[in-house]
């Protein structure tokens, strides 16, 4: 099978794969790693594990190099997370993601996670060492042009690394990547201001203590 590569950030390559390589196998063609890159069909991430089904696909590298702000964020993250590899989740994530949200004492269906994890919606943050999930975040389309950032948790031991600004800075270079997203947003605890303020983020009051930030990413790649 013929496909079409268009690295964001980079040039346009072809590549000849067999009829039951996978996404994964794609990934490594193009020179890299399944989890230091993702692939897009029709703007959406797709599991690693899926059989390449698609004769044009855009590939997002998520934490190294790449263009735009949201590049620029993840370069000054990855010194802090540099032994994790944010990528999408696949179907065998499922448990772990569940595990890593209910600790972080954040609301979750296991059905409604099952369907953003089909649907790419939810990035991981993985151990280079052990594979372990040990971050992940959530995103929704609440409306046509837009994408919100519903969670986003890491494993208690293995926080103040870097690792939820580098899931944040991979959620908008996701975005960034999608044709029909021309902005990101999210809603958190006033004292998360600086969080956000650092990846990019406008932020304004939303009461009772809480804040919403936003951030354009129509044209960031």
């Known amino acids: 099978m013929d496909v079409t590569v268009d690295i964001v950030g980079g040039d346009e390559r072809e590549y000849t794969v067999d009829d039951d390589a996978t996404y994964a196998d794609l990934i490594r063609a193009a020179g890299y790693h399944p989890q230091e890159a993702s692939v897009l069909v029709d703007g959406t991430p797709v599991p690693g594990d899926r059989s390449v089904d698609a004769g044009r696909v855009r590939l997002l590298r998520l934490i190294q190099g790449g263009a735009g702000d949201a590049a620029n964020d993840a370069r000054e993250n990855r010194d802090h997370a540099s032994d994790v590899a944010v990528e999408s989740a696949t179907a065998a994530d499922r448990l772990d993601v569940l595990r890593v949200l209910d600790a972080a004492m954040l609301a979750t269906d296991a059905e409604q996670i099952t369907a953003q994890i089909d649907a790419g919606d939810v990035l991981v943050a993985r151990a280079d060492r052990t ?11 609440p409306e046509p042009g837009r994408r919100h950032v519903d969670a986003v948790a890491v494993r208690r031991a ?28 999210v809603a958190f605890d006033a004292d998360l201001e600086a969080f956000y303020a650092d990846l990019g983020f406008t932020t304004e009051p939303a009461g009772e203590g809480r804040r919403r930030g936003r951030r354009r990413v129509s044209g960031d790649v």
């Open 131 to 141: 594979g372990a999930v040990v971050g992940a975040l959530v995103t929704t389309r």
């Open 158 to 185: 293995r926080r103040g690394r870097g690792i939820g600004s580098a899931l944040v800075a991979s959620a908008v270079r996701v975005a960034a990547a999608d044709p029909d997203a021309g902005q990101i947003t």
